[in-house]
């Protein structure tokens, strides 16, 4: 197992168009977050999944905002109608646990909207 | 609402120093997380601190944790020029839906000069 994957690692989109994002978590980690880092920030939580199960999410996943996670496998991230506010990094982790040995980082999607 | 401060936010030091990065956070928590960052990439786990008094060493940086003070640091020594990155420390928080998420600090931005 190569660890968390995201796809793509960059887009650069204009203002009203729709994006969405990949990623594959550790095949064997049920619990999987998104998460937002805008520029010079610690990232913030968005959302959480336990299996296909979309558990939380966080009052910045506004209406334009959707996540799903299929068959609890990899799970999408999409961004209707993208604002320039909307730029940032978006980081998926994976774990097995609650807690304990913590997230599996992917390498994030950082995302321009122009 | 729990906050995470971290001090300082930059730090530029020269290389064979030592040095230590703080994070206080507001609330009771008995974990804390040490993640390194370089710039445009993700996140990389360097500590995990499950108790209190957890010290943990790897390299020039070791962790400590004191739940009582409610304070980590992270400590440098003999600073080299590749450990400049910024450096996240996060604490977990119980949610409803049954995980934890991360609130992380606001970051260091290390900067280690030859």
């Known amino acids: 197992d190569t660890g968390v994957s995201q796809d793509p690692r960059h887009k650069i989109t204009k203002r009203g168009q729709n994006v969405t994002f990949r990623c594959d978590p550790i095949s064997e980690h049920n619990r999987l977050y998104w998460y937002r880092q805008t520029l010079g920030q610690g990232p913030e939580f968005l959302t959480y999944f336990q299996n296909e199960a979309q558990l939380e999410k966080s009052r910045l996943l506004s209406d334009r905002f959707s996540a799903e996670r299929p068959k609890g496998s990899f799970s999408t991230l999409e961004i209707q109608r993208t604002e320039q506010g909307d730029s940032a990094m978006y980081l998926c982790?994976?774990?097995?646990?609650?807690?304990?040995?913590?997230?599996?980082f992917g390498s994030g999607t950082r995302l321009t909207v122009v | 609402e729990l906050k995470v401060e971290q001090n300082p936010l930059f730090l530029s030091m020269q290389e064979g120093k030592n040095y230590t990065i703080y994070c206080n956070y507001s609330?009771?928590?008995?974990?804390l997380y040490w993640y390194r960052q370089d710039p445009g990439k993700s996140l990389e786990s360097l500590f995990v601190?499950?108790?209190?008094?957890a010290v943990k060493q790897e390299g020039r940086l070791m962790a400590s944790l004191d739940t009582k003070a409610r304070l980590s640091t992270l400590h440098i020594t003999a600073a080299v020029h590749d450990l400049s990155a910024t450096y996240f420390c996060?604490?977990?928080?119980?949610?409803?839906?049954?995980?934890?998420?991360?609130?992380f600090g606001t970051g260091t931005r290390l900067k280690v000069l030859a």
């Open positions: 982790a994976s774990s097995l646990g609650a807690y304990g040995d913590g997230y599996t």
């Open positions: 996060a604490v977990d928080r119980p949610s409803t839906s049954g995980t934890y998420k991360y609130i």
């Open positions: 601190l499950l108790s209190n008094g």
């Open positions: 609330t009771t928590s008995d974990r």
